[in-house]
């Protein structure tokens, strides 16, 4: 009986050896959002979590502008969202640093679960938005951890909080640039110690603009960093190049002239260039500004062909 009893515990002992280590599960937020969807909190809330080797976080997304939730593995070349990390994840995946992990582009109740199996301080990111990052620290169980995850709670409400009225503020201080301006978006990029934040409005701020016909309208994207497109009439595929009947000014802006409420014209991404790095090539000048020339009486109306399903759209009324 007693020997019987010892093999099965040496038998439980020997399996629990081969099992990862039941670890605790942690719970963070991806981005946040107002009512109208245009206020648009694009930051991990939080984006610095403690945690022991062996624990597990799952985050959920609070947005409907798309993120990626990203391990690259140290020294990885940034690849874009659309191809992943190469690769995608899903549901529930473990992460030590060696092979990388990332989400398709997740919106609103989606989840991811990441185990952590390695000691090590892993930055992550979010693959659409350059501006997106934070870290998880992972410790040894013996080593207390500083916030539970009531901190944590309490921490993601309060800065979703902060950086949706800042975003209020923004946007009641836009006003155009000139009669004939319109502001493309507006944001700001921040920072904790974990990482960097953005927050981004993703409206036209005078969403309609009465002009009469020969006037040219520009658009300014005075976001840091989020791409916008101005797009009327059939929308591209790839929404990334202009649309061929689309010209360059002498100033870089782009420019395409408008006579009839069939003509379909895009500006491709209008965006201003990533930040420099120290010791990188510089980025190229983005195109920040685009023109359009309107020649007959009508009602345009046009939309970003990146967030028009948050709402992003306006309206041109040309008089004669
Ligand atoms: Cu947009």
């Not at 995608?88 to 952590?116: E, L, R």
């Not at 620290?137 to 979703?160: K, W």
Request: hydrophobic fraction near 40%.
């Amino acid at each position: 009986m007693r020997s019987s009893i010892a093999r099965l515990t040496l038998a439980v002992f020997t399996l629990a050896a081969f099992l990862p280590a039941f670890g605790a599960n942690w719970h963070a937020t991806v981005g946040a959002q107002d009512q109208t969807k245009g206020r648009q909190v694009v930051a991990f809330l939080p984006n610095e979590l403690w945690i022991h080797q062996g624990d597990s976080i799952e985050w959920t997304v609070k947005a409907d502008e798309i993120h990626t939730i990203t391990f690259l593995t140290a020294g990885q070349i940034r690849p874009p969202f659309q191809v992943g990390c190469p690769g995608f994840s899903f549901g529930a995946v473990i992460f030590d640093g060696s092979t990388c992990v990332s989400t398709t582009p997740m919106v609103s109740g989606q989840t991811f679960t990441v185990t952590f199996t390695s000691l090590g301080n892993f930055k992550f990111a979010c693959l659409v938005h350059p501006d997106m990052t934070g870290v998880v620290h992972v410790l040894d169980g013996s080593v207390p951890l500083p916030h539970d995850q009531t901190f944590y709670d309490t921490q993601a409400a309060s800065q979703a909080n902060e950086l949706l009225s800042d975003l209020a503020q923004l946007q009641g201080h836009h006003h155009a640039a000139s009669a004939h301006g319109v502001v493309v978006g507006a944001g700001k990029t921040l920072a904790t110690a974990g990482g960097h934040n953005t927050i981004s409005l993703m409206r036209f701020m005078q969403p309609e603009l009465l002009i009469h016909a020969g006037t040219t309208v520009e658009w300014t994207n005075d976001d840091p960093s989020m791409p916008h497109t101005i797009t009327f009439g059939t929308e591209p595929l790839d929404p990334f190049p202009p649309s061929g009947n689309v010209s360059v000014d002498p100033d870089g802006a782009l420019h395409a002239t408008i006579s009839s409420i069939s003509d379909s014209v895009h500006s491709g991404f209008v965006m201003s260039a990533p930040q420099d790095q120290i010791c990188a090539p510089q980025t190229p000048l983005g195109p920040t500004r685009f023109r359009v020339t309107f020649t007959n009486p009508g009602a345009y109306p046009y939309i970003c062909a990146l967030h028009d399903n948050l709402g992003m759209k306006g309206m041109i009324v040309v008089l004669p």
